[in-house]
């Protein structure tokens, strides 16, 4: 029991939203926006940042392992048991962390440090299309943030807009592998295998959902 609260305490720290998104659905809308701008969103960049520093695989490290240990957690405590809310679960968690932090994180990338990313894209440095890119990744952004209160909908129009992003992004990236070959870390590596990996998960969820949606109602 005291290693099961143990492991529970230092996901909740690596994971902080783990421990709003357990609670606020029983909450007012928008009832807890302070812990979320002052305490869940620092505390992730700080624990995201050294999971990066972890050469190749740091950031698919947290959010493959970490993500999914805080969206289980979630279904262990509340006992969720019905297949269907447990995915709706899992979704949500991917959805605020990865769509939701990750474009803020992205944004400070394609603005604040725009000349480092494109430089470790391979790209020109000083494009503008750089600054359209990162106000797109404060948007979807902002939105995911969102869904921690308003879900439902939301989710869907983020997981599928956001995956089109996604796979057309990795095109771009696997394109300028062929015909330039740009090995740049930036270009391939755990971006390009992020870039495929998770809108498959994401859509394969989703799909899941409304499939069973659709057999609860016919």
Known sequence: MEKTKICKTVIDI??????????????????GWK????????????FYWLFSLIPAVGTLLYATVFIPLSAWQHIVLNEVTIRTDRFRIFLLYYVVILIGFGGIWNFIGHTVLADTVAAGIGWPIGSPFQIELAFYTLGSGIAALMAVWLRGHMITALVISKSVFWYGAAYVHLKDVIVNQNYNRLNIGSTLVGDIIFPTIFLAMLGIILADELKSTS
Do not use: D, H, K
């Open 14 to 31: 690596i994971v902080p939203f783990g421990r709003l998104l357990r609670r606020v659905e029983w909450e007012s809308p928008f009832t």
């Open 35 to 46: 812990e979320v701008l002052l305490i869940s969103i620092p505390q992730t960049f700080f």
